[in-house]
T-cell receptor
Framework: DAGVIQSPRHEVTEMGQEVTLRCKPI?????LFWYRQTMMRGLELLIY????????DSGMPEDRFSAKMPNASFSTLKIQPSEPRDSAVYFC???????????FGEGSWLTVV | EDKVVQSPLSLVVHEGDTVTLNCSYE??????LLWYKQEKKAPTFLFML????IEKKSGRLSSILDKKELFSILNITATQTGDSAVYLC?????????????FGKGTLLTVNP
């Protein structure tokens, strides 16, 4: 298994532009998480899904952020419009039901200028 | 609100030293405590702890959980330069469809030759 696959790996965009981050989870892993990591705030859970259904989106910072999981093999995190303070590493992570840990993708390094 | 606090925030040691990293947590319906190592990329799983007083060990790394005092420690003996990384602690709440990992901000360990 290739593990959690995220794209793009690096993104530099101008303030106001729409950003879409993509995640292909590990097959059969029912939980999918989106985390954001910054130096100041560490790793923050934005949203997570169970069987494609959003369970907890209380970590989504504001209406500019949205996440979807249309099927078991794909999820997106969208920021529209983007702002410089959104600059961070965004991780997608998975876990199977009953799993002991979550498995992280390599992250999408976002810079908004 | 669930909270995980790690200390120290950073630590610089020489090869061969022993280090102890601390993690305290306040999580509703606590289920388990996890340790991750993060180098340049994604966090990688080290340990999961669910029971008090039972040490988990992997080579030079070991960890233990105290559920009464709500903390865990990660020990690294005979440190090597390859141990340099950010060590993250995360607390998980109870299972079912509810699966939330709350991370601390991490301890940055630097091991000098």
């Amino acid at each position: 298994d290739a593990g959690v696959i995220q794209s793009p790996r690096h993104e530099v965009t101008e303030m106001g532009q729409e950003v879409t981050l993509r995640c292909k989870p590990i097959s059969g892993h029912d939980y999918l998480f989106w985390y954001r990591q910054t130096m100041m705030r560490g790793l923050e859970l934005l949203i997570y899904f169970n069987n494609n259904v959003p369970i907890d989106d209380s970590g989504m910072p504001e209406d500019r952020f949205s996440a979807k999981m249309p099927n078991a093999s794909f999820s997106t995190l969208k920021i529209q419009p983007s702002e410089p303070r959104d600059s961070a590493v965004y991780f997608c992570a998975n876990s199977p039901i009953g799993g002991n840990t979550i498995y992280f993708g390599e992250g999408s390094w976002l810079t908004v200028v | 609100e669930d909270k995980v606090v790690q200390s120290p925030l950073s630590l610089v040691v020489h090869e061969g030293d022993t280090v102890t990293l601390n993690c305290s947590y306040e999580v509703t319906n606590f289920r388990s405590l996890l340790w991750y190592k993060q180098e340049k990329k994604a966090p990688t799983f080290l340990f999961m702890l669910t029971s008090s007083g039972i040490e988990k060990k992997s080579g030079r790394l070991s960890s233990i959980l105290d559920k009464k005092e709500l903390f865990s420690i990660l020990n690294i003996t005979a440190t090597q330069t390859g141990d340099s990384a950010v060590y993250l602690c995360a607390a998980r709440n109870s299972g079912g469809s509810n699966y939330k990992l709350t991370f601390g901000k991490g301890t940055l360990l630097t091991v000098n030759p």
